[in-house]
């Protein structure tokens, strides 16, 4: 009745590449086609453990942009250290082997625990086919982007809680996100039918990962709140809610995605570990960056809490955003915002941004981070926001 391994989304709406998400790429690994994201420093894909646990290999990443397709050879990857085989901590990180393309979109992770009930749009590059029968093309090639919506209905440990031994697997609590594939009818209804969780669906737009899709994200707005995992045919007592009783996709089951907010720590700490001439402390902040010539190089910003926390476990955030000065956003650095936090036993941290190279003569050219809303510390008395700026250094011979 249940499989655990790669499925994803039986889109019935669906859009190709040039539509947006351009940052969600296909993963090739070991002879299997999964999807996956492109993090918000432009250097890490997030996907599924599952689609490189017991293969061997090296992962390749395609990227469909306005510019076509273009293939990366990852230089590799990292598995989350409690994936177990059976569904729980399925995630993975993929490292390129330099800057993703510049016209890919970058994505923020989601990081609040309020994502039941929202609605999100899942995107991968899994097969298609309709609700009713299930996902029925191949896998592979040409690259084929798919899009759909549904809702998280529940949180995954739900099933334990309501169903018992029915089912053979155990999510962790509180790591895994759920939906359902609805067409409006009560009985195909998985989780009203299973869950006490009555939702009939999105109408036209709902759809389901399906095989391909592994890996992939759910956005809830422009962030990714979940990665796809697997799906399950499931029934219980008089409960019936597959369409044809397949595990195929198809109107009446359920997915899984791993649950984001539940793995920031994680995702951050990992993306930081990577940044090998990042400073350490202020003295080591270069404020005056070399532009390049190609593709991105990172500019860091260092944050510093030098107060003392409520509890040793005590997380710290501030959000940041960056802003123009004489440099512009998408010719000269790449725009970015997000959430900064601070995890226990960290005081510091930085903030990374893509700077553009080109081989174009111009000024040396200057921008903005600003950093607000602090969360567990202050700036200090009266100050809502900090700003420091940076300095792109010009290297192609601009004589002033
Ligand atoms: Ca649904
Ligand atoms: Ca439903
Ligand atoms: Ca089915
Ligand atoms: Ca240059």
């Known amino acids: 009745m249940v499989t655990t391994t790669t499925h994803y989304s039986d889109a019935r709406y669906r859009s190709n590449a040039g539509e947006g998400f351009d940052g969600v790429v296909r993963v090739y690994y070991g002879g299997y086609y999964g999807s996956g994201t492109l993090l918000f420093d432009g250097r890490a894909i997030l996907t599924s453990a599952h689609l490189f646990a017991g293969r061997s ?26 994936y177990d085989g059976d569904g729980n901590n399925d995630l993975a990180l993929v490292w390129l082997s330099g800057a ?9 992770i989601y990081r609040d625990e309020d994502e039941v009930g929202q609605r999100m749009t899942l995107v991968g590059y899994g097969r298609n086919g309709t609700g009713n029968t299930g996902a029925t093309s191949s ?43 609805d067409n409006g009818l009560t009985r195909n209804d998985a989780h009203g039918q299973l869950l006490g969780r009555h939702d009939l669906g999105l109408g036209l737009d709902e759809g389901l990962i399906a095989g391909g ?25 008089s409960a019936d809610p597959d369409i044809d009783g397949f595990n195929n996709s198809s109107f009446g089951e359920l997915a899984a995605w791993q649950r984001v907010s539940a793995y920031q720590q994680w ?14 402390r202020p003295a080591d902040v270069v404020t005056a960056v070399a ?59 930085v903030i990374a941004v893509e700077i553009l190279g080109d081989r174009q003569a ?11 809303d ?14 420091a700026v940076r300095t792109i250094i010009d290297d192609d011979g601009w004589l002033a």
């Open 100 to 108: 993703a393309p510049i016209g890919a979109d970058r994505y923020g």
């Open 291 to 349: 532009e390049g010539h190609t593709d991105t190089r990172l500019a860091y910003f260092l944050l510093q809490f030098t107060g003392v926390r409520s509890t040793p476990e005590q997380i710290l955030s501030v959000d940041y955003a960056t802003r123009d000065g004489s440099a512009q956003a998408g010719s000269d650095y790449l725009a970015t915002h997000g959430t900064l936090m601070l995890y226990p036993g960290e005081d510091q941290a």
């Open 213 to 237: 899709d592994s890996g992939g994200p759910a956005f809830i707005g422009d962030r990714v709140a979940g990665v796809a995992s697997y799906t399950a045919s499931l029934s219980y007592g």
């Open 374 to 387: 602090p969360v567990g510390g202050s700036f200090g008395a009266g100050v809502a926001k900090l700003t």
């Open 57 to 82: 290999g090296t992962a390749s990443v395609s990227f469909e942009t306005v510019a076509g397709t273009q293939t990366l050879t990852a230089q590799g990857h990292t598995l989350h250290p409690a």
């Open 139 to 181: 896998e592979g090639s040409p690259l084929l982007r798919l899009q759909a919506a549904n809702r998280f209905d529940a949180e995954a440990s739900t099933l334990v809680s309501r169903l018992g031994s029915t089912i053979d697997w155990t999510p962790l609590a509180g790591t895994q996100l759920l939906a359902d594939f």
């Open 362 to 372: 111009e000024p040396n050219e200057t921008f903005y981070l600003d950093v607000f």
């Open 267 to 280: 995702i951050d700490q990992s993306l930081r570990a990577r940044y090998a001439d990042a400073p350490n």
